[in-house]
């Protein structure tokens, strides 16, 4: 089976193929710049350098946030534009549950998270049992400090996984002192062949019906759906 793996929901590009289970080709780039206009000359270059044709695919699996609204829309629009034109199933994973493989042979809680802005982020907490991943704290958007108490009262070592980790170091080791793990840099960077693995036994979903995982809304649309509820309880 030939799966082709797609993340562009943070700043990361990550594009992976992955042939029965094994990465045979893998690109990572870590730059502000437009996914939109970089996304498909990497795609194409992968699968050109391993003598991989789009009719090879037999799936694609795509990161579907939270993270980037932007970064999000592209990554989910272009797996299923591909995934109808080749008729193909397409399959979305957490971004956040793609970052907690970082984290895989650490013997505690997981914490992966996304800067969401004004103290808040994005996060969740996993644990690794019998090499299978495992959700042990429903992924949110809320601030920072709530999810440290949330971990602080579990009383376990935590790992944690972030782009933006520098923003939360202190923070963090403030909080749960010997509790928290750190790792190196090269670590808080998500990978597509990571993707790729985890969406590789997943059941597809429909085309139309695989959503962006937002876990709130945009800024625009929330203020909307407020004016809204204040013009109503004005009537």
């Not at 650490?106 to 644990?127: E, H, K, S």
């Not at 933006?164 to 998500?190: N, Q």
């Amino acid at each position: 089976m030939n799966i082709l793996a797609i993340d562009t929901s943070n700043q990361v590009l990550g594009v992976a193929l992955l042939k029965n289970g094994e990465i045979i080709a893998e690109l990572t780039t870590n730059l502000t710049k437009n996914h939109s206009v970089r996304l498909m000359p990497a795609v194409e270059s992968l699968m050109h350098q391993v003598s991989i044709q789009p009719e090879d695919l037999d799936r694609i699996i795509v990161a579907k946030g939270p993270g980037s609204y932007t970064g999000v829309r592209i990554g989910l629009s272009t797996a299923k534009t591909m995934a109808w034109a080749l008729q193909i199933p397409v399959v979305g994973v957490s971004s956040l549950e793609v970052l907690a493989y970082q984290g895989k042979f650490f013997n505690g809680i997981i914490c992966p998270f996304f800067d969401a802005r004004r103290g808040l982020v994005f996060t969740g907490g996993y644990q690794f049992n019998d090499n299978k991943i495992e959700k042990v704290i429903e992924e949110e958007n809320l601030l920072m400090t709530s999810m440290l108490d949330k971990l602080k009262k579990q009383g376990e070592k935590v790992v944690f996984l972030s782009p933006d980790i520098h923003e939360f170091k202190e923070l963090i080791k403030e909080e749960l002192g010997e509790l928290a793990i750190i790792p190196e840099s090269v670590y808080h960077l998500p990978k597509a062949s990571h993707l790729g693995l985890a969406g590789m036994n997943i059941e597809s979903e429909s085309i139309h019906e695989l959503v962006p995982n937002y876990l709130r809304l945009a800024e625009a649309e929330a203020n909307w759906q407020k004016s809204q509820k204040e013009h109503q309880a004005n009537e």
